[in-house]
Structures are given as structure tokens and as C-alpha cells.
């Protein structure tokens, strides 16, 4: 059973465009809501967070907006450029343990 | 810091034989998770260890097993190689294993490719 479930799964944006990956999760004892971006060839490498007791956290060019009600979240990322190319997973774990669920990842590529 | 490391990067295996990788967490970091990642099936967790205590296994047949040292190293091990365990093995380390960020970082990866 996937916990986390990411759309879409290849998304296709025109550079300086506006990118957004989705995530929605079922289990409410979820408390830390992470991004990683992966190249290939490279392990995941962690890009924002976010806890459940903010709507929003925004570094730079990359945006997370949290749906508490809705146990939604995305990733918006700004002025999308050729290298934010990757594939991207959402991910959320419990305040015990260090396990984390996986959505099946958004492999976006931005067009020049 | 130097980064995670994983070795070795690329190995390939027949069925039937078992396989040992290896994780060097950042220095400092206690906690080792790993994790399968495959196209079909995404970054499944394995199993994290935390002070030379396994602490959480994920769904993965007994033939998966890991352990960690006392540096906090850690290995995993696969036992009677199936095809189907041709996969991305990934390691992450981080600080603290619970009422903290939780941040992870992972390694590069090991490549193993069953035949």
C-alpha cells in the first residue's frame, strides 16, 4: 500500500515556467514532510521541509505548500530552469523512528 | 564534512550468491537507514540501525539483513541473490533518530545487477 502518493509522474515545463508536484498521504501521524531531487547516477539529495504546523516554507525558487485538512502537499518551484531537471520525491515520516515513505516520484524536465 | 559513502558503487552478482555493501555514515551521524530503489517500485525502506540497534525493518524478505558497528558503519547483506533484487541500494545517515529534523542524506548508491 503506498503511503504517499506523488502526480504527476513526468511533467514537461517551458523554462521560466512554473513547475508543481503534488503528494497526498493518509496517515495522520506523519509530522516531517521533506523533498529530495535526484540526478541520475546520485542518491536523493534533501531540497525543503516542512512541518505540519506551517502552510508554507519557500528557499529561494522552491515553495512547499502544506494542506493539513486535506493531508496534501506540493512542490512549486519559480522560474523553472533547463538544470532543475530531475526527478523529484516527496516523502513524510512519524515523529518516532527515522522511516520514511516514498511517493513514486515526478521525473520533470524543463525546457530551454 | 565529507558526505556519505557507499562502496562499492557497481557490482554484479549471479543468482543464488549473496552480496555485502557497505555505508560510511557523515562523521557524527548515529542513525543508518537503507533503502531499495527500483523503477518500478521507488525508494522502498529497508531497515534503519541507530547506535548498533536496528530500529525499524521494512517489508523485505529475511534474506535482507544489515548491521552496524560501533563507528556506525553499517552493512547490509543479501542472501541467495534473486533477479528481482537488481536495484539502486541506497544508504542515508542522520544526526538523530527522532524528535529533531530528522534530515537525511544519502550516498551515491550501489548499483547491483543480478544475472
Known amino acids: 500500500q503506498q503511503q504517499v502518493k506523488q502526480s504527476p509522474q513526468s511533467l514537461i515545463v517551458q523554462k521560466g515556467g512554473i513547475s508543481i508536484i503534488n503528494c497526498a498521504y493518509e496517515?495522520?501521524?506523519?509530522?516531517?514532510f521533506p523533498w529530495y531531487q535526484q540526478f541520475p547516477g546520485k542518491g536523493p539529495a534533501l531540497l525543503i521541509a516542512?512541518?505540519?504546523?506551517?502552510s508554507e516554507k519557500k528557499e529561494g525558487r522552491f515553495t512547499i505548500s502544506f494542506n493539513k485538512s486535506a493531508k496534501q502537499f506540493s512542490l512549486h518551484i519559480m522560474d523553472s530552469q533547463p538544470g532543475d531537471s530531475a526527478t523529484y520525491f516527496c516523502a513524510a515520516s512519524r515523529y518516532t523512528g527515522n522511516q520514511f515513505y516514498f511517493g513514486t516520484g515526478t521525473s520533470l524536465t524543463v525546457i530551454p | 564534512k565529507a558526505g556519505v559513502t557507499q562502496t562499492p558503487r557497481y557490482l554484479i552478482k549471479t543468482r543464488g550468491q549473496q552480496v555485502t555493501l557497505s555505508c560510511s555514515p557523515i562523521s557524527g551521524h548515529r542513525s543508518v537507514s537503507w533503502y531499495q530503489q527500483t523503477p518500478g517500485q521507488g525508494l522502498q525502506f529497508l531497515f534503519e540501525?541507530?547506535?548498533?540497534?536496528?530500529?525499524n525493518k521494512g517489508n523485505f524478505p529475511g534474506r535482507f539483513s544489515g548491521r552496524q558497528f560501533s563507528n556506525s558503519r553499517s552493512e547490509m547483506n543479501v542472501s541467495t541473490l534473486e533477479l528481482g533484487d537488481s536495484a539502486l541500494y541506497l544508504c542515508?545517515?542522520?544526526?538523530?533518530?527522532?524528535?529533531?529534523?530528522?534530515?537525511?542524506?544519502f550516498g551515491p548508491g550501489t548499483r547491483l545487477l543480478v544475472l
Open positions: 542515508a545517515s542522520s544526526s538523530a533518530p527522532m524528535g529533531s529534523e530528522k534530515t537525511q542524506y
Open positions: 496517515n495522520t501521524a506523519f509530522d516531517y
Open positions: 516542512i512541518r505540519p504546523d506551517v
Open positions: 540501525y541507530f547506535s548498533e540497534t536496528q530500529r
